[in-house]
C-alpha cells in the first residue's frame, strides 16, 4: 500500500467516529402516565445545578441536539456519553437552562400543572418540547421523569443532584423503568470523569462537528405525530 493510501485508509477508517441515530432511539409512542410521586418545591428549591447520569436513548439525543445546536449527523456517539458534561439550573422565574458541549447552552420556559408534572418549551425558537411527569424520587438525590415528546414519542431522564448515584439506587431505577414499560436495551448515560464540576462549564474537548442551525428541521418531519390530545 503507498504512503497516499494509508493516509487515505487512515482517514476513512481509522479516524471515524459515528454519529448519533436517531431512528435508533425511537423506542416508544406516548403512553399515559396513571401515577405520579409529588415533589418536595423547598427540595427543589434549594438545588443550584441538577446532572443528568441516566437516561433513555430518545432523551439523550434530543438534548443533545437542542443544547450542542448541531444536526445528529454532525455530532459523535462518543461525545454525548463522554464529553457532554450536561447539566441543568433551574431558576425561580420558570426558566429551565441546560449547559453542556464546552459551554453551549439552552434556555427553556417551563408551565407547572401540579409539583408533579410541567410542561418545557424552548425560551426562543423552534426545538426539544414535552410534558414531564415525575413517577420517582427520593426527594434527596434523584427524580426520575417520564417524558412525552411533542413529537410523541416517549422518553425518560434522571435528574440528579450528584454526577454519579450509587448502583444500589442505579438499580431501583432501572427497574422502575422497566416497570413503566421502557427497554433495557435503550438505557443509556452520561460519563461525567473528563468534565471539569468546579465550574460546571464542560470539557474543552466535546466532539461536535460543522455547526447548524436547521436541526430541529429535519427531526419534526419525521413521524411527527400530535400525542397532546392523549392527556
Given at each position: 500500500?503507498?504512503?497516499?493510501?494509508?493516509?487515505?485508509?487512515?482517514?476513512?477508517?481509522?479516524?471515524?467516529?459515528?454519529?448519533?441515530?436517531?431512528?435508533?432511539?425511537r423506542?416508544?409512542?406516548?403512553?399515559w402516565?396513571?401515577?405520579?410521586?409529588?415533589?418536595?418545591?423547598?427540595?427543589?428549591?434549594?438545588?443550584?445545578?441538577m446532572?443528568?447520569?441516566?437516561?433513555?436513548?430518545?432523551?439523550?439525543?434530543?438534548?443533545?441536539?437542542?443544547?450542542?445546536?448541531?444536526?445528529?449527523?454532525d455530532i459523535?456517539?462518543?461525545?454525548?456519553h463522554n464529553?457532554?458534561?450536561?447539566?441543568?439550573?433551574?431558576?425561580?422565574?420558570?426558566?429551565?437552562?441546560?449547559?453542556?458541549?464546552?459551554?453551549?447552552?439552552?434556555?427553556?420556559?417551563?408551565?407547572?400543572?401540579?409539583?408533579?408534572?410541567?410542561?418545557?418549551?424552548?425560551?426562543?425558537?423552534?426545538?426539544?418540547?414535552?410534558?414531564?411527569?415525575?413517577?420517582?424520587?427520593?426527594?434527596?438525590?434523584?427524580?426520575?421523569?417520564?417524558?412525552?415528546?411533542d413529537?410523541?414519542e416517549?422518553?425518560?431522564?434522571?435528574?440528579?443532584?450528584?454526577?454519579?448515584?450509587?448502583?444500589?439506587?442505579?438499580?431501583?431505577?432501572h427497574?422502575?423503568?422497566?416497570?413503566?414499560?421502557?427497554?433495557?436495551q435503550?438505557?443509556?448515560?452520561?460519563?461525567?470523569?473528563?468534565?471539569?464540576?468546579?465550574g460546571?462549564?464542560?470539557?474543552?474537548?466535546?466532539?461536535?462537528?460543522?455547526?447548524?442551525?436547521?436541526?430541529?428541521?429535519?427531526?419534526?418531519?419525521?413521524?411527527?405525530?400530535?400525542?397532546?390530545?392523549?392527556?
Open positions: 500500500m503507498g504512503f497516499s493510501n494509508l493516509v487515505l485508509a487512515i482517514l476513512l477508517f481509522g479516524g471515524n467516529t459515528y454519529s448519533i441515530d436517531m431512528e435508533s432511539a423506542e416508544t409512542r406516548c403512553f402516565i396513571g401515577k405520579t410521586v409529588p415533589v418536595d418545591m423547598e427540595w427543589m428549591d434549594s438545588i443550584t445545578r446532572y443528568f447520569p441516566a437516561m433513555s436513548k430518545m432523551e439523550l439525543y434530543r438534548t443533545a441536539v437542542d443544547i450542542a445546536g448541531e444536526d445528529p449527523e459523535s456517539e462518543d461525545s454525548v464529553d457532554s458534561c450536561i447539566y441543568w439550573k433551574m431558576h425561580h422565574n420558570g426558566t429551565l437552562k441546560g449547559r453542556g458541549f464546552s459551554g453551549r447552552s439552552r434556555e427553556y420556559k417551563t408551565t407547572f400543572d401540579r409539583p408533579n408534572k410541567f410542561d418545557f418549551r424552548p425560551a426562543e425558537g423552534e426545538g426539544y418540547s414535552g410534558t414531564v411527569y415525575v413517577t420517582l424520587t427520593d426527594n434527596s438525590t434523584f427524580m426520575f421523569a417520564p417524558i412525552c415528546t413529537e410523541g416517549m422518553a425518560w431522564g434522571v435528574f440528579s443532584t450528584v454526577p454519579r448515584l450509587p448502583e444500589r439506587t442505579m438499580n431501583q431505577i427497574e422502575h423503568a422497566k416497570s413503566l414499560g421502557f427497554k433495557k435503550y438505557f443509556v448515560n452520561v460519563n461525567y470523569d473528563k468534565c471539569d464540576l468546579s460546571a462549564s464542560g470539557t474543552t474537548s466535546a466532539t461536535v462537528l460543522t455547526p447548524s442551525r436547521n436541526r430541529m428541521g429535519s427531526l419534526r418531519n419525521r413521524g411527527q405525530w400530535n400525542a397532546r390530545n392523549q392527556y
